[in-house]
């Protein structure tokens, strides 16, 4: 077919399939032997890539028996975004921003991925996912590693998979009982959102009447590292949300209040960077400022420009122990209350509202 068309034998393969049909695809690709070639030969590969860590480890080396590693590509499209390719550039290439990116300034990171739509037409694909596995090794693990990455060397696909690869290291698995304590799951009951009606999620096509997978997940986890020792990072995701958002949140620690009379210390609120990737890409710095006039009042003034090894013993402490009483939020709201009491136990809650 090449000699016939002319074409140097150069092939792509695009496996944005079911899980359960991607080792006979790979199988078919190496039996008929169309991973080799005279040119060159690549296979990207969407997610979800397997369901846990020990099926991820399979569909690896069931790839490297049909593919050398430098041609397999494991994507995640969030990657294209280009506030997410802003990140490094923000961290690496600005002076007043790098100095401050630790635990001695930072006091805590919130990423939120929430989306207003239902699960719709990918009920089979949902049913058997769930928000833990569709959206946080990929969409959100990715943000937490550019946030949270040492500088590379370069900005080489390797060296920066490298630091990335580090912060996930640093990231103790979860043992039971930390599940229970710092992770919450949940599922959306039938609501409305601007005033129509919408289901719930085990009213919508293809899903189980009695289904207990979770559309909703918050977590509290650290990086166990020099730079954020001690830092909490607090990951949230789920479907049936208020509107479709994804954000980073550094908030900064609190200034010393000694300077201010008491009236004027209590409206200062901490320094806040807002990285947002969707809908509107761009990135907001609140800073606090004085209102114009007597006294001294303040106000808090955004500076605006817009341009699985973790996840396994979350499934497994699951798996073994019994689903909340789902569903255990409505539609159109921020999840499960006890997703705002894994903050407010540290005296916190979340930015995105």
Sequence with gaps: MDEKLRLDGNRLFYLATPPEVFDDLVIGLRESGLNRSDGWVRIVVEKPFGSDLESAQHLNRLLWTAFDESSIYRIDHYLGKETVQNLLVLRFGNTIFEPLWNYRFVDHVQITVAESDGVETRGRYYDAAGALRDMVPNHIFQLLTLVAMEPPISLEADAVRDEKLRVLKSIKPFEPEEVDENVVRGQYDAGEIDGRPVPAYRDEPYVSPNSTTETFVAMKLFVHNWRWEGVPFYLRTGKRLPKRVTEVQIQFRSVPYLLFPPETAGQLKPNLLTLRIQPDEGIILRVETKVI???????????????????????RRWQATPAPQFPNYKVGTWGPKEADELLKRDGKEWLTK
């Excluded at 009042?297 to 396994?312: A, E, M, N």
């Design 293 to 315: 006039g007597m006294g001294m009042q303040v106000r808090s003034t955004p500076l605006d420009f817009y341009y699985s090894r973790i996840v396994t013993p979350i499934l």
